[in-house]
């Protein structure tokens, strides 16, 4: 479960980034994961709780924003959602499509006090 890996890299940066702004309690935290990234969000919720007993975000409330995996074709141009990998675009049917959203995993925000 690699949800458990990506949860101590995000209490690193959400920790560092507390006490470099000189707080000592983390009450949000604010994250884009896109589904392409196959993080599971209920096992990363889980894990974000578990690890984070102890620590200046315990209780911290966590808001995630599930980014859909978008694709360009590269013969039509057409930018479309795609529910799930596509090999053929939705539009023409040319093969080789590009993803272009989807992969994202970013930290969006940290309040803290």
């Not at 209490?11 to 589904?35: D, I, M, N, W």
């Not at 694709?71 to 930018?79: D, I, L, M, S």
């Not at 093969?95 to 970013?106: A, D, F, I, P, W």
């Amino acid at each position: 479960m690699h949800e458990f890996a990506i949860a101590e890299n995000i209490l690193e940066v959400v920790h560092r980034t507390a006490r470099e702004a000189g707080a000592s309690h983390v009450g949000r935290v604010r994250l884009k994961v896109g589904v392409f990234t196959s993080i599971h969000v209920d096992s990363l919720r889980f894990a974000l709780e578990v690890l984070a007993r102890g620590t200046p975000s315990e209780g911290c409330a966590l808001e995630v924003e599930e980014v859909p995996m978008t694709v360009r074709c590269g013969a039509c141009g057409v930018v479309s959602c795609a529910p799930e990998i596509l090999v053929e675009c939705p539009a023409c049917g040319a093969t080789g499509v590009e993803v272009t959203g989807g992969r994202e995993l970013s930290i969006v925000s940290i309040d803290a006090e």
